[in-house]
């Protein structure tokens, strides 16, 4: 396969160099961009395999997360992660809503943890990728999963969701009714995230279903012991 492409946006050249300095170790291709207005222009051209994306790009406060909405209209399941200073739950919140599949904070992290993280997002794509292609449309009441595509829909209107998104609802609803706590719903959609990050992920995903359907309500949270899809609720 060839070397995958990485793209690091953040504005301080030492702290991108570094980064980009590992991911060559680690055999990767990495393209190095300082604002938004820079990487929107190559991504026009062509999309990375991975965006690793700072928030805070100058002259924009918040660039990093309007890049991040830029990427998600072009690609639902090209992976983002936001690496930042930025360490309040409101940004790790409004971060994850715009679609990243991941949220770092810099000073709780090493380069070897980075790399680590993405190696795994990288591996659960393409064993996803492989897993699909046999794989045959679920219905499950109102809800259409093609894993092929990880396109959804509900009651006909398409979801728009993340891989990472995708595969939550998935793990949902191998066992409709049944709660999974944090731990079990990691594993069943083979994904690792910290415990605020798969809190967000969850109220994105229903945001989601609630613009498609007012009335949706099938993800329930049950509170001190996880999550589940709601059979009682099917349509």
Same mark, same amino acid.
């Given at each position: 396969?060839?070397? =995958?492409?990485?793209?690091i946006?953040?504005?301080?050249?030492?702290?991108?160099?570094?980064?980009?300095?590992? !991911? =060559?170790?680690? +055999?990767?291709?990495?393209?190095?961009?300082?604002?938004?207005?820079?990487?929107?222009?190559? !991504?026009?051209r062509?999309?990375?395999?991975?965006a690793l994306?700072?928030?805070?790009?100058?002259?924009?406060?918040? +660039?990093?997360?309007?890049?991040? =909405?830029?990427?998600?209209?072009?690609?639902?399941?090209?992976?983002?992660?936001?690496l @930042?200073?930025?360490d309040?739950?409101?940004? *790790?919140?409004? +971060?994850? %809503?715009?679609?990243?599949?991941?949220?770092?904070?810099?000073?709780?992290?090493?380069?070897?943890?980075?790399?680590?993280r993405?190696?795994?997002l990288?591996?659960?794509?393409?064993?996803?990728?492989?897993?699909?292609g046999? /794989? /045959?449309?679920?219905?499950?009441?109102?809800?259409?999963?093609?894993?092929?595509?990880?396109e959804?829909?509900?009651?006909?209107?398409?979801?728009?969701?993340?891989?990472?998104?995708?595969?939550?609802?998935?793990?949902?609803? =191998?066992?409709?009714?049944?709660?999974?706590? %944090?731990?079990?719903?990691?594993?069943?959609?083979? *994904?690792?995230?910290?415990?605020?990050?798969? @809190?967000?992920? *969850?109220?994105?995903?229903?945001?989601? !279903?609630?613009?498609?359907?007012? @009335? !949706?309500?099938? *993800?329930? @949270?049950?509170?001190?012991?996880?999550?589940?899809?709601?059979?009682?609720?099917?349509?």
């Amino acid at each position: 396969m060839p070397a =995958r492409t990485i793209a690091i946006v953040e504005d301080e050249q030492d702290i991108r160099d570094n980064y980009a300095d590992a !991911f =060559r170790r680690a +055999g990767y291709l990495v393209e190095g961009y300082t604002n938004r207005a820079e990487a929107l222009a190559a !991504f026009a051209r062509t999309l990375p395999d991975l965006a690793l994306l700072d928030i805070h790009l100058p002259p924009d406060a918040e +660039g990093g997360m309007e890049l991040c =909405r830029a990427l998600r209209a072009r690609s639902a399941t090209l992976p983002i992660i936001f690496l @930042t200073n930025y360490d309040s739950e409101l940004d *790790i919140i409004s +971060g994850l %809503r715009l679609g990243a599949d991941d949220y770092l904070v810099k000073a709780h992290i090493t380069l070897r943890h980075l790399l680590a993280r993405v190696a795994a997002l990288f591996r659960r794509q393409e064993a996803l990728q492989q897993a699909a292609g046999g /794989e /045959e449309e679920v219905e499950v009441g109102a809800l259409r999963l093609h894993p092929e595509r990880f396109e959804a829909r509900w009651a006909g209107r398409l979801v728009d969701l993340s891989v990472t998104e995708f595969e939550i609802v998935r793990a949902l609803t =191998r066992h409709v009714g049944h709660i999974k706590d %944090r731990e079990q719903l990691m594993k069943s959609a083979g *994904i690792y995230v910290e415990p605020n990050t798969m @809190t967000s992920h *969850i109220k994105r995903i229903r945001a989601k !279903f609630e613009a498609a359907d007012a @009335t !949706f309500s099938m *993800i329930d @949270t049950v509170y001190g012991k996880g999550y589940r899809w709601n059979g009682a609720a099917q349509r």
